[in-house]
């Protein structure tokens, strides 16, 4: 097993996570994913439908159980690291409160106004008097813009601005680490940007660490420090953005595996390539997938 490296706040080890498929045989959904998230850093997870970044991500927060692997986490209140699937309920609600999450919906509660549900984790998990609550609402509408809309109902928000709320939510117990599910999904171009510039600001002002998933390339150039490639349920690569943008931007022909031909694909969207091609997928399958 992979040794993860001593900077860091999430690392991940030979995780594999399994679903049967319809004839009730094991799939591998992830397959042997190892990965470091470094103290302050914003790295996205990217790659096609299908590929496992949802499930990834499912798995960092404990929603799923992988069955091979380690997840460890290194935040500021932990003397050494913790491995996310030995914690038992107590240690995994305790992790929790350490990390916020903005899901792809914004999974705003219809029954609460905007308010109430930035509220909620303040008043489920924190010791915060009652009457400081409402100071702190209101600071956590501020840093996204949200304060006019504070006593509308989610019916009556943009998707944008639920986006918006939930991410106010997400940050309402200060959080060390930030968790991103598709931010920019269903979104104009210039509603999403306006996402991303929150993402950045927020990850500035709060000191953040926040791991972004997204297919969506536009944004996550713009927000990214690293990023990460899968595909098929594996790491294909992980580097700089500048690497990435490099990778993006060479000709296909200057290209010296199939592996860089079909990232540069995706990253550039082109419908020819290892991705769509009938021979390069064969080829592609017998240099990545079978190793």
């Given at each position: ?17 399994m679903f049967p498929d319809q004839e009730g045989c094991p799939v591998r959904v992830l397959d ?181 998933v997204t297919h969506e390339m536009d944004s996550a150039f ?70």
């Open positions: 097993m992979e040794e993860p490296t001593r900077d860091f706040v999430i690392s991940v080890r030979d995780l594999a996570k042997g994913i190892n990965l470091d998230v470094k103290p302050g850093e914003t790295l996205v997870i990217m790659g096609g439908s299908g590929c496992g970044k949802s499930t990834l991500l499912n798995c960092l927060i404990g929603e799923l159980h992988p069955e091979v692997g380690r997840i460890l986490y290194q935040t500021r209140t932990m003397r050494e690291p913790a491995n996310l699937l030995e914690m038992d309920e107590e240690a995994m609600n305790d992790l929790r409160k350490r990390f916020g999450i903005l899901f792809q919906s914004g999974a705003l509660f219809n029954s609460m106004t905007v308010a109430e549900n930035v509220a909620l984790p303040l008043r489920e998990h924190s010791y915060v008097d009652p009457s400081i609550i409402d100071i702190v609402v209101t600071l956590k509408l501020e840093q996204v813009h949200m304060r006019p809309h504070r006593d509308k109902m989610p019916s009556q928000l943009s998707g944008g601005q639920k986006k918006r709320a939930g991410l106010a939510r997400a940050t309402a117990l200060d959080p060390e680490i930030l968790f991103y599910d598709e931010p920019s999904a269903g979104l104009d171009p210039v509603t999403s940007a306006a996402i991303d510039d929150l993402i950045i600001d927020l990850s500035k002002k709060l000191l953040v660490t926040s791991v972004v713009r927000i990214a420090d690293r990023m990460v490639m899968l595909d098929r349920g594996r790491v294909l690569r992980i580097g700089e953005r500048a690497e990435f943008e490099t990778l993006r931007d060479t000709p296909p022909e200057q290209l010296a595996t199939d592996e860089e031909r079909l990232i540069h694909q995706f990253l550039r969207g082109d419908t020819h390539g290892p991705l769509t091609d009938a021979e390069g997928m064969s080829e592609y399958e017998k240099w990545i997938v079978a190793g």
